[in-house]
């Protein structure tokens, strides 16, 4: 074939052609040659120890490396040579996942309850209420969000983000319940939640009226002083009200974390977002009726790996 047609059913170039050519009739391949690159400023040693010091030490900066770590042919190394060869180690640098403080207390209390209910089966989870407050912003406070812009255009409005500096223009906390098959309404709280107002607010007239429609169904809340005061815990026992034991800090463990977040991301996600607190309510109460009881149930299915999961991490923190 000549080389223009070669050129045409490959879609490249004649030129590349009649290069490949012209290598394999002197060399016999076509691959390239070597070539001579810009000599390394780290040895084998020195990568080997950028690597290990950075396993060693997660939040080790780059800048200190560099630091410490003479040259071949200069000084010091620099910052990005450092960044370089972390990179080719598979290492990157992302942002921390932020999660609660446990101790030692709190991971075995948190392993003593996996293994309890580890062997819990499907039918277990189907009847347990899981219950949890939440808040709101009217704002979305994420820090990561990102602008792209011209030079010279750091202050012009399109690239200008208005946010309230004492505060994120309000908020809207609520309550709600799931369960496999089930769940409650999503109550709107005005104010603070204390055990007087969780009782009269939400457990009277919410929690108990579902759970009687509902029998052998176990009420789930975490370890919040409004959930675990006295009153609370004798109107529990007045009503014969059973309650699911909870490991302190944990709320990988709750699935109603999920839909906290699914809420949240369609309300962000809404054609027209919310201008205040009164539509931010709302707005959580339509997008809550439109979350399909499958995806509930999903949640709730869960709950036998996030204790499998609890087991792996002996009580640490878990991906959930």
Not at 150 to 173: H, P, S
Not at 213 to 227: E, K
Request: hydrophobic share 35%; proline share 5%; charged share 25%.
């Amino acid at each position: 074939m000549r080389t223009a047609d070669v050129a045409r059913a490959m879609n490249c170039y004649v030129r590349s052609v009649r290069c490949l050519r012209q290598s394999y009739r002197e060399t016999s391949w076509t691959a390239d040659r070597p070539r001579s690159c810009r000599p390394r400023v780290t040895t084998p040693a020195q990568n080997r120890y950028i690597r290990t010091s950075h396993l060693g030490d997660r939040y080790r900066m780059a800048t200190t490396t560099a630091r410490v770590t003479p040259g071949t042919h200069k000084p010091s190394i620099s910052a990005q040579t450092v960044r370089n060869r972390l990179r080719e180690a598979g290492l990157g640098a992302c942002r921390p996942v932020v999660r609660q403080v446990h101790n030692r207390h709190h991971r075995q209390q948190r392993l003593l309850w996996a293994q309890t209910h580890h062997h819990w089966t499907r039918q277990d989870w189907q009847k347990v209420f899981f219950t949890e407050e939440s808040r709101f912003s009217l704002t979305s406070g994420d820090g990561r969000i990102c602008v792209y812009r011209r030079r010279n255009e750091r202050y012009t409005e399109a690239c200008t983000l208005e946010q309230d500096r004492f505060g994120c223009g309000g908020y809207v906390m609520v309550w709600g319940g799931v369960s496999q098959h089930h769940r409650s309404e999503l109550v709107v709280i005005a104010g603070n939640l204390n055990a007087v107002r969780y009782r009269e607010d939400i457990l009277l007239p919410h929690v108990v009226p579902f759970l009687q429609a509902h029998p052998d169904t176990t009420l789930q809340h975490d370890n919040a002083t409004s959930h675990t005061a006295r009153s609370v815990r004798d109107f529990l026992q007045d009503t014969d009200v059973s309650v699911l034991p909870w490991p302190a800090k944990s709320p990988d463990l709750n699935p109603i974390e999920h839909v906290w977040n699914l809420l949240n991301w369609r309300l962000r996600a809404r054609a027209i977002p919310p201008r205040n607190v009164w539509e931010v309510a709302g707005a959580l109460v339509d997008e809550w009726g439109n979350i399909s009881q499958q995806e509930l149930a999903n949640l709730v299915q869960s709950m036998r790996r996030r204790c499998s999961a609890v087991l792996n991490e002996t009580g640490g923190h878990t991906r959930y």
